[in-house]
């Protein structure tokens, strides 16, 4: 079963919006690739798992490349949407990156299908797709090391290097994507918290 996070990511068609089969497609290609892997899943698994033809694929993506290209760069800029709201909070630097490290945690949680393919599956994005995402990626952890900086400038942190400390918070969060299960005995939200107080110990503050 897809998670809610992926449904989100792709809402139902509307003006502006993709059209309900480019949706289900999308739907569709995230179980595929996170069942079968990226490059073991054909055009027709995932033709299929859409109630549709292989050929009525071609009619919204020109390659199974592009339908990947689609998630990652759709759930790459749903996870710096989040992370630029916790840096524009009105709040000191340990509560922008509390709250930004319960909803990074929590997203990845939640749509731990989605935020495997997103994460792991990059190798095999075509390499002008590859540099959209990067870009993404590059802003995200940028924003975490704002926070970062802004907090030991006013000693709320004590963090000899914060580019390294910057990629460890991210790591964190993009790695419960790796392991968690809709069985697993934390709800997002409850894990999104212990991971807040465990990122806030390792930048030198209080929990």
């Not at 009619?59 to 759930?75: D, F, N, P, V, W």
């Not at 340990?94 to 929590?106: A, D, K, S």
Request: hydrophobic content about 40%; proline content about 3%; aromatic content about 6%.
């Amino acid at each position: 079963m897809t998670d809610r996070t992926s449904a989100d990511l792709w809402p139902a068609g509307g003006a502006g919006e993709r059209t309900e089969a480019a949706r289900r497609l999308l739907l569709a290609a995230v179980e595929s690739f996170a069942r079968r892997g990226y490059h073991a899943t054909t055009t027709r698994d995932i033709a299929t798992a859409a109630g549709m033809s292989p050929a009525a694929l071609y009619i919204h993506y020109s390659s199974k490349s592009a339908l990947l290209s689609e998630i990652s760069r759709t759930g790459h800029q749903a996870t710096l949407d989040l992370v630029e709201r916790a840096a524009a909070a009105d709040l000191p630097p340990v509560e922008q990156m509390r709250l930004l490290v319960e909803e990074f945690t929590c997203w990845h949680a939640r749509g731990h299908t989605v935020g495997r393919i997103v994460n792991h599956e990059l190798h095999a994005l075509p390499e002008d797709d590859f540099a959209v995402v990067a870009e993404l990626r590059r802003r995200i952890e940028e924003t975490v090391r704002r926070i970062i900086e802004a907090g030991v400038a006013t000693g709320a942190f004590d963090v000899q290097d914060v580019r390294t400390a910057a990629r460890a918070v991210t790591s964190l969060g993009i790695d419960v994507s790796r392991w968690y299960t809709d069985r697993s005995s934390e709800t997002p939200e409850e894990l999104g918290r212990r991971y807040g107080v465990l990122v806030l110990r390792m930048l030198g503050a209080a929990g």
